[in-house]
């Protein structure tokens, strides 16, 4: 069975500090994809990343960058000089591409509340 | 820019009563998801329908619950006699084939 783990609950960082999300992952097929949302104070959910399993290059989008290492099963996301509005609740999730049957569903990690001071 | 449109935002239902949740996808988007957010906890995914036809619903309770994907308008969730457990964020998703899914802003709903 596939499980997401965000061990960070709450995490507050002062405005212009690196801050790192850890996601850790547990899967038995050999092909996925894992995803990151960020669900501001509105409410909403907000796509940010997706990757496949077979790629694991790092990505830099702006002040947003991912690690992805398979051997240690984590996702883990970096935001660069942080900012108030980066307050949110961030989700990490994964879904199993490779058997078919329940391949579309999103597992869900249950989220690292970040809070930016000023 | 019209994403994943639901509504309302915000229902209020007593218990015993029926809460109808509304979800119109991503243009050229014909898969629909619902996932249910409870306090505190990740998202939980509930059922995969595309258009006229459930795909998946093992995620949802076997009773009082249920949804459906018209040829035709939105794809709605229904929850029949409410009860206070039924309290929480209602997330409807959609994809282009089983790509990525982007979630609407959520029905958040009370049971008083």
């Known amino acids: 069975a596939q499980k997401v783990t965000q061990a960070q609950t709450e995490i507050s960082v002062v405005e212009k500090e690196d801050v790192t999300l850890d996601c850790v992952y547990e899967?038995?097929?050999?092909?996925?994809?894992l995803f990151w949302y960020k669900q501001p104070p509105s409410g909403e959910l907000v796509f940010l990343i997706r990757r496949n399993s077979f790629d694991e290059q790092n990505e830099i989008s702006g002040r947003y960058s991912w690690n992805f290492q398979k051997s240690t099963s984590s996702f883990n996301f970096t935001i660069t000089a942080s900012q108030v509005v980066d307050s949110a609740v961030y989700f990490c999730a994964l879904s199993e591409a490779g058997s078919g049957a329940g391949s579309y569903q999103l597992t869900f990690g249950k989220g690292t509340k970040l809070s930016v001071i000023p | 820019n019209a994403g994943v449109m639901q509504n309302p935002r915000h229902l209020v239902r007593r218990r015993g009563q029926e809460a109808r949740l509304r979800c119109s996808p991503m243009k050229g988007h014909s898969h629909v998801y619902w996932y249910r957010q409870l306090p505190e906890e990740g998202l939980k995914f509930m059922v995969y329908?595309?258009?006229?036809?459930?795909?998946?619903e093992s995620g949802m309770p076997k009773e009082r619950f249920s949804a459906e994907f018209p040829k035709e308008g939105p794809s709605i969730l229904r929850i029949q006699q409410v009860v206070r457990g039924d309290s929480a964020a209602y997330f409807c998703a959609s994809s282009r084939n089983q790509g990525t899914a982007f979630f609407g802003q959520g029905t958040r709903l009370t049971v008083v």
């Open positions: 899967t038995r097929d050999t092909t996925y994809y």
């Open positions: 329908l595309q258009k006229e036809n459930i795909i998946d």
